[in-house]
């Protein structure tokens, strides 16, 4: 079945208008029970803030893509089916957002949050939905199992916690996830993946409607965080589709496609490598894995003396142009390896100008 534009729209609207009714509902909830995010010396807000915008993540996708794929079919037919991968999608993403409404709440060891985060990972491939191609990447095609399992399940976990761990400044999670999402809707629109594009679109509604709460809340009273219940959510769903993306295996898969593991990676690129190059670096300085600091890259840029919404700013451009370079650079004839490489040395260079660069405020 070829969908057309209005069912996407459609599920982009629902999506969106339930989260932004139900958002100062959710504040009003944290302002009662004191359901705050209390400042400290990592964090860069001073004040006390609701802490549970993201838990309408999960029900606006839901509501988003339930009441378009019936429109769409007309009620349950036969040629409406959900895979048992998707299934297990839904229930791996379940135990993300309860242990993530549990910490947010009541707080969660971060080596507890990461077993369950592993468990919920080790769905994927149990479904046999994994990295099984690497598309040419180092002259590497087909991969075993062997080595797509435990692979599948670190990029799961480094997606995770990337989109987590960059939750520092107001709008920098939520902004990058809509580019993220809105992108995945489109390409799996173009794929025909009429179910995978409306559980993108839909889940890109809510993320703008918190987007905005977030960003010009403080003037209604209702700025709200997403918490742990939202990044989690956010980095569990963007796996998924990431790599249910540049899978190249039907029936679970899509025909093979040459670009679609670059896509995929490109569009995860910023914070799964902002993540692992504060992971080198605690485990260069003898830090703690899990140990909080401010060492990530909207903290760097901060340090040299721009706001928050400049930050914002700064890391989104940085976003947008990789994606632009990385096409110029595919469509141009180069191959994946060298256009990763180039990745990691603008990524890094950036990070070296950040590091010694100080910017006046005068």
Known sequence: MVINYTYIIIAFAISLVFSLVCTPLVVRLCNTYGLYDQPNARKVHKYSIPRLGGTLF????????????????????????????????????????????FDDLKGMKATH???????????????????????GLFGIHEISIWIGYPLTVFVILLIVNAINLIDGIDGLASGLAFLILSSFAYLYYELHAHLFSI???SLAGATLAFFFFNMYGKIGRLK?????????????????????????????????????????????????????RVALWRKFYGK????????????????????????????????????????????????????????????????????NLKVSTT
């Open 113 to 135: 949050k990461f077993i369950i985060q592993t468990i919920a990972a080790l769905i994927f491939p149990l479904c046999n939905l994994m990295i099984n191609n690497l598309h």
């Open 224 to 276: 709200t965080f997403m918490g742990d219940s939202g990044s989690l959510f956010l980095g569990y769903v963007i796996a998924y589709l990431a790599i249910k993306y540049q899978m190249s295996q039907e029936p679970i898969g899509f025909p093979y496609r040459e670009e679609s593991l670059l896509i995929s990676f490109t569009l995860v690129f910023l914070p799964c490598i902002d993540v692992i």
């Open 58 to 101: 999960m029900p606006s996708l839901g509501l988003g893509a339930a009441i378009t794929l019936l429109i769409m079919y007309q009620g349950i037919n036969k040629d409406f089916e959900i895979g048992l991968s998707n299934v297990m999608m839904v229930v791996g993403a379940i135990m993300i957002y309860l242990i993530g409404i």
């Open 199 to 201: 559980i993108s679109i």
């Open 288 to 355: 703690a894995m899990f140990e909080p600091d401010k060492t990530h890259i909207h903290h760097r840029i901060m340090q040299m003396g721009l706001d928050m919404h400049q930050t914002l700013v700064v890391i989104i451009t940085l976003f947008i142009s990789i994606c632009l370079i990385n096409y110029g650079l595919y469509v141009g004839g180069l191959e994946t390896a060298y256009i990763v490489g180039i990745d990691i040395v603008i990524y890094s260079f950036f990070i070296w100008i950040v590091e």
